[in-house]
């Protein structure tokens, strides 16, 4: 697949605090599309989003927005086109929901109260249709934090939605919304908005989900476009007696006393030839775990006696 | 359009068959544009890209020409290259099927009969 433009470009992004180092030369968000990174707990998904919203101001690199902004900083024009959704208390504990809304429209030149307040109610934010409710952001559940967040960001002119885990707190249903919402977002944009999540439900945004960045351990390991990642790696399923000879040609291996999974690269399939196999197109989720499997620090074939 | 997400054929391929099945038929009409790629993602609920990539098979196929900036065109359709098109990809079949029979040492007058009794199953 080719794209014309990045949304966000980076050049050699770096920041290391502890035993922890990110690490990402290249960097490119397509423009008009929804970008999924996905990774581990702790695998600096979190750090780069931070990075790119400008939270983070300590790492080193490039970064340019919109194809002419050079760096967060640069102009207010950045800040202002990009919608934040977060994990952490973006908004202050004790404001209460009437308050998150006078400050973003203080903040915010394109907020647009009328918006928010129909988002609120359509996200069943518990508002009914008051806007004096006196309810604080500490009092609502991380579900709530989330839809309040994206209430503020949705009710504003953005070219893009930068968000940390939004499927996480959230429900099923309300998982499912959001993906509603994310592409109901681009297809009025027209090609000229974009949408960058991080998520460890891959699952649950894979329907979204157009370009796949997968980061282990401060790095971008792989990434694509979804329906190129799909073609680039196939499913192998084989019996026991192949298991060890498969394990020399898989990407990664799930192995039982009754054969082998796992995914191939599969410029590679032809390695199989004589062997029984049975091949599967997989998931976005499939791809992931192969990758975050080949690269993990997780021991996951030893038996713990548990 | 029913997508099925769980049926082995890969979503895109099913929009192109589909939208292919549309322009043949004329439900999708010549010199026409497609809906809008994140339009469509939205309506099906599925991702830009895969949309995108079955527009692109159109386009390979020549149904439809992609329009920078301006989406996907359907192309007038040549009935009679189309058909010809459709016979070839019958002959392979049979052809195919021929072969698998010769292999199995399944003789012709037995192969005539299962045709027959598929084409009967068909209707």
């Known amino acids: 697949m080719n794209y014309y433009e990045d949304v966000i470009t980076g050049k050699d992004i770096h920041k290391s605090f502890g035993k922890f180092t990110l690490s990402v030369p290249e960097l490119h968000i397509p423009k008009g599309f929804a970008t999924a990174l996905i990774g581990e707990n702790g695998a600096g998904k979190t750090t780069l989003l931070n990075i790119l919203t400008g939270l983070r101001l300590d790492a080193k690199g490039e970064l340019t927005y919109f194809g002419k902004y050079e760096g967060v900083e640069s102009d207010n024009y950045v800040k202002d086109a990009i919608g934040y959704i977060g994990a952490g208390n973006y908004y202050l504990p004790h404001w209460t929901t009437k308050q998150v809304c006078e400050i973003t429209s203080l903040l915010f030149d394109s907020f647009d109260k009328k918006k928010f307040e129909a988002i609120a109610d359509a996200l069943a934010l518990d508002w009914k249709g008051k806007m004096n409710m006196p309810k604080k952001v500490s009092e609502l559940s991380d579900g709530n934090k989330v839809k309040l967040m994206l209430c503020g960001a949705l009710a504003r002119k953005t070219e893009m939605l930068i968000m940390d885990e939004p499927a996480s707190p959230l429900d099923p249903l309300m998982r499912d919304r959001l993906c509603d919402l994310i592409r109901e977002y681009l297809k009025n944009g027209n090609g000229e908005r974009s949408a960058f999540f991080s998520t460890h439900n891959v699952a649950d945004m894979e329907s979204v989900t157009d370009y796949a960045m997968i980061m282990e351990q401060g790095k971008i390991v792989e990434e694509g476009f979804v329906e190129d990642l799909k073609e680039k790696y196939i499913i192998v399923k084989g019996e026991s007696e192949d298991t060890a000879k498969a394990r020399n040609i898989l990407y990664s291996i799930s192995e039982s006393n009754y054969g082998f999974s796992g995914v191939c690269l599969a410029d590679r399939l032809n390695e199989f030839a004589g062997m029984n196999i049975q091949t599967e197109r997989p998931t976005l989720t499939d791809i992931s775990v192969a990758v975050m499997k080949a690269h993990s620090k997780l021991k996951l074939t030893e038996s713990l006696a548990i | ?123």
């Open chain 2, 1 to 123: 359009m029913v997508i099925l997400q769980n049926s082995g054929v890969p979503i895109y391929l099913q929009i192109a068959e589909q939208m292919k099945a549309d322009i043949i038929s004329g439900k999708i009409k010549q010199n026409e544009y497609l809906p809008s790629i994140r339009g469509l993602a939205k309506d099906l609920r599925i991702s830009v890209i895969t949309t995108m990539k079955a527009y692109d098979e159109l386009a390979e196929e020549g149904y439809v020409t992609a329009v920078q900036g301006k989406g996907y065109l359907v192309n007038p359709q040549d009935t009679e290259m189309m058909r010809e098109q459709h016979l070839r990809r019958v002959e392979d079949g049979l052809t195919d099927a021929i072969k698998a029979a010769k292999l199995a040492g399944i003789g012709s007058e037995e192969l005539k009969n299962m045709l027959e009794v598929l084409l009967e199953d068909d209707q």
